[in-house]
T-cell receptor
Framework: DAMVIQNPRYQVTQFGKPVTLSCSQT?????MYWYQQKSSQAPKLLFH???????NEADTPDNFQSRRPNTSFCFLDIRSPGLGDAAMYLC????????????FGPGTRLLVL | SQELEQSPQSLIVQEGKNLTINCTSS?????LYWYKQKYGEGLIFLMM?????EEKSHEKITAKLDEKKQQSSLHITASQPSHAGIYLC???????????????FGQGTILTVHP
């Protein structure tokens, strides 16, 4: 059974048109992460939520926002996508963060036209 | 330079052969994770190593952590086409580890297994 679910699996948007990616989890984990993975590169952490506390990585562009309305769901909002934002976006969860295993969803591939 | 260096970058083997992938850190490791990724998909957790000298096995995959060398190795015995994919090592590179488990990943090793 899927534990970390991402929707949609593929998303096509236009340059500058806001887009929202969705992640849900059935693990009841406290921490949810969003990673960006560009072609042939390693995943890079954008931000994470510990429960309701939002934590941005220092180098995450302002164009990226996130919401976590409840334990199960987390959203990634890209306010004005640029061509350079085309990537795979991966959601992950862990029970408590520190030295805990992170479980990843299948990812959403974003294409910006 | 990369904080986590994986070698080799790509590997092509014949089915049935053994292989090893290495992950070397520029800093002290506080936990080392191995993941597998199929092209265009998410990361599948394989193993986590926390202590120097620790070794874990799952089916035909064995991972070891050499704390002194700041290195981990992933060994696959009698490889099969199902082992093909991208293998990524990840670690919390902050001194002492972060409270939220920030993972930095290596650039990945692409494994191809020919039947």
């Amino acid at each position: 059974d899927a534990m970390v679910i991402q929707n949609p699996r593929y998303q096509v948007t236009q340059f500058g048109k806001p887009v929202t990616l969705s992640c849900s989890q059935t693990l009841n984990h406290n921490v949810m992460y969003w990673y960006q993975q560009k072609s042939s590169q390693a995943p890079k952490l954008l931000f994470h939520y510990y429960d309701k506390d939002f934590n941005n990585e220092a180098d995450t562009p302002d164009n990226f926002q996130s919401r976590r309305p409840n334990t199960s769901f987390c959203f990634l909002d890209i306010r004005s996508p640029g061509l350079g934002d085309a990537a795979m976006y991966l959601c992950a969860t862990s029970e408590d963060g520190y030295q805990e295993t992170q479980y990843f969803g299948p990812g959403t591939r974003l294409l910006v036209l | 330079s990369q904080e986590l260096e994986q070698s080799p970058q790509s590997l092509i083997v014949q089915e049935g052969k053994n292989l090893t992938i290495n992950c070397t850190s520029s800093k002290t490791l506080y936990g080392l994770y191995w993941y597998k990724q199929k092209y265009g998909e998410g990361l599948i957790f394989l193993m986590m190593l926390q202590k120097g000298g620790e070794e874990k096995s799952h089916e035909k995959i064995t991972a070891k952590l050499d704390e002194k060398k700041q290195q981990s190795s992933l060994h696959i015995t009698a490889s099969q086409p199902s082992h093909a994919g991208i293998y990524l090592c990840g670690a919390d590179m902050e001194a002492g580890g972060t409270s939220y488990g920030k993972l930095t990943f290596g650039q990945g090793t692409i494994l191809t297994v020919h039947p």
